[in-house]
Every structure is written in C-alpha cells, then in structure tokens.
C-alpha cells in the first residue's frame, strides 16, 4: 500500500519567513495530494492541494509543488505569522480502492515572533 | 464549520465496553470517511462508505464496525475496548468517493477516552 514520509517534525521560524515541509510518497498510482493544518484538539482543515496533472499550485501565502517523477511533494508558506502555528499534515491518495488518504506523520511548525 | 457533524464530543468509557460514534456528512455528500488519530499512530484511514456501500477499508480492527445508512449517516462501532483505542475519531466526507482526488471535508472528531 501507500507509505508516505514527512520531513521534518517539527520546524521553527521566524515571524515573516518562509517555511518548507517535504514528503514522499511510494504508489505510482497516488494522483492527489492535500494538505490539511491541525490545531490542538481540532479538525484536519484542508488548506491546499495538488492533483497528478499540475506541478505548482498557489494560493496567496500558500504554494505546493509536485515532482511527479521523484514522487515527491512540498509545502511552502510564505511571510509566516504567529496564526500558522500548527500542526501540518501532507496526504495522498489514488483513483483506484476508493479515496483514502494515506497521511503523514505531521510537522509541527512554531511561528516565533 | 465543515458541515460535517459528529457525536458525541467526548467519551469516557471502560475497557470491554462498546460505544458507537456516529456522522452526518455535509448536505449533497456520498461518501463518509473514518480516521483514528492516536499520538504514536498519526491519523489513520479506517473505513469507507459511499452511498451504503462500504468502498475501501483499511487496518480496522476486526472488533470495530461500520455502516452507512440510507439517509448517509454513519455509524463507527468500537466494541471490546482496549486501552489502546483511545483516540480522537474523525469522520470525513466527500462528493463521490473516487476518481481525480475528491475533497475530503473532516468533522470535529469525538475524543474517546477508555480507562
């Protein structure tokens, strides 16, 4: 099945930079790739994602990449603020066995003022 | 607010027992998801359901159940607790269920506590 590596754990930045999480995936097959921040104690909320046919995707401070070749993944967040404190989560899944998303382990990212 | 709604919020139970956790996915959604997140196992892909049909399973236990019903509710029944069931659950939901990568839409979790 789908295994997916996320790098690093954690991350700590300071207010204004620019933050990167990196993850890899091992099914070929695997055609979408959402990334969800968590909260303490809340819900996954998808922030962004990337479908097999793309390789970049932008919103505002938020962009993907997709290195469909190298099988992998980023998260890049710009001019970081102490709100993006949180937990991040890559994700991916495949046309086929339905749409199960084979997570991450997750990067705890502290925004430092 | 996703649309997704779960209850209960919390849950206090003892090991042996049995609980059911249930979701209502967002209006127009067909397919309900559920995921176990523990701090040592990340989040999990249990079950899923589309339009009463379970569509793909994953490392569920085999003392946990699941079902969709006509009105797309779903209920996740954990029976014979352990301690290690212990978890945030989360529901999620989505249009279809497979294809090009469906947005999946996640609930608030309930947080089941077995002592």
């Known amino acids: 099945g789908e295994n997916v590596e996320q790098h690093p754990s954690t991350l700590s930045v300071q207010e204004g930079d620019s933050a990167v999480i990196k993850c890899t995936y091992s099914d070929s097959a695997s055609n979408y790739f959402p990334w969800y921040k968590q909260e303490l104690g809340k819900r996954p909320q998808l922030i962004i994602d990337i479908r097999s046919n793309v390789g970049e995707k932008k919103d505002q401070r938020i962009a993907v990449t997709l290195n469909k070749t190298a099988k992998h993944f980023s998260l890049h967040i710009t001019e970081t603020q102490p709100e993006d404190s949180a937990v991040y989560f890559c994700a991916a899944s495949s046309t086929g066995g339905g749409n199960k998303l084979t997570f991450g382990t997750g990067t705890q990212l502290k925004v430092e003022l | 607010d996703s649309g997704v709604t779960q209850t209960p919020k919390h849950l206090i139970t003892a090991t042996g027992q049995r609980v059911t956790l249930r979701c209502s996915p967002r209006s127009g959604d067909l397919s309900v998801y559920w995921y176990q997140q523990s701090l040592d196992q990340g989040l999990q892909f249990l079950i899923q359901y589309y339009n009463g049909e379970e569509r793909a399973k994953g490392n569920i236990l085999e003392r946990f159940s699941a079902q969709q019903f006509p009105d797309l509710h779903s209920e996740l029944n954990l029976s014979s607790l352990e301690l290690g069931d212990s978890a945030l659950y989360f529901c999620?939901?989505?249009?279809?269920?497979?294809?090009?990568?469906?947005?999946?839409?996640f609930g608030p979790g309930t947080r089941l506590t077995v002592l």
């Open positions: 999620a939901s989505s249009v279809r269920g497979q294809g090009a990568g469906d947005e999946q839409f």
